[in-house]
């Protein structure tokens, strides 16, 4: 039942247009897109103030003018090799929504590269790598300047699980 489920949201996401604005950045060398609709904003890195007993990719919360947010470390979450923080190195904050509502969260990248307006027919579907690969949170792969961006969908880079600890642990 839940995989019809997955199918049928996958297929709805299909029939949308995927095209317009997105902030595209870096992980490890590789570009990534999220729909700018979805980013609040860029800060550089800040102090962050570790929680116990989280997941290894949640690095803590943050102070952003008053308001406690989470922050997630997009290398760890994607099983990336650790790197040192740089002066490139920032905190998107997006807006997630869950099915308690919208979180603020933060999500550390390597660094922020442009906004670019992808058009409709340059995002290619994402490739099945077989069943046992859950690709959902992956909305499409962009075709550019003869490379590949990978579009994320950051409402589902985090499961509902994580997403409710995570507002749990604010």
Do not use: W
Not at 10 to 23: C, I, W
Not at 27 to 43: C, D, M, N, Q, W
Not at 138 to 156: E, F, S
């Amino acid at each position: 039942m839940e995989q019809l489920a997955r199918t049928l949201d996958k297929a709805k996401r299909t029939s949308a247009e995927k095209g317009g604005k997105y902030l595209t950045f870096t992980l490890a060398e590789e570009e990534y897109g999220i729909g700018i609709l979805k980013v609040k904003e860029i800060i550089g890195m800040m102090p962050i103030t570790l929680i116990p007993q989280t997941p290894h990719y949640v690095k803590g919360v943050i102070n952003l003018r008053g308001k406690v947010i989470p922050v997630v470390d997009l290398r760890s979450k994607f099983s990336m090799d650790a790197t040192d923080y740089t002066e490139r190195t920032c905190i998107i904050v997006v807006e997630i929504a869950s099915d308690s509502g919208s979180i603020m969260m933060g999500i550390v990248v390597d660094s922020v590269s442009e906004v670019m307006n992808i058009k409709n027919e340059d995002i290619e579907e994402t490739p099945t790598f077989g069943t046992k690969l859950n690709t959902d949170y992956i909305l499409g792969m962009a075709k550019m300047n003869g490379g590949v961006k990978i579009l994320l969908d950051i409402d589902r880079v985090l499961t509902a699980g994580e997403l409710d600890l995570l507002d749990k642990a604010v």
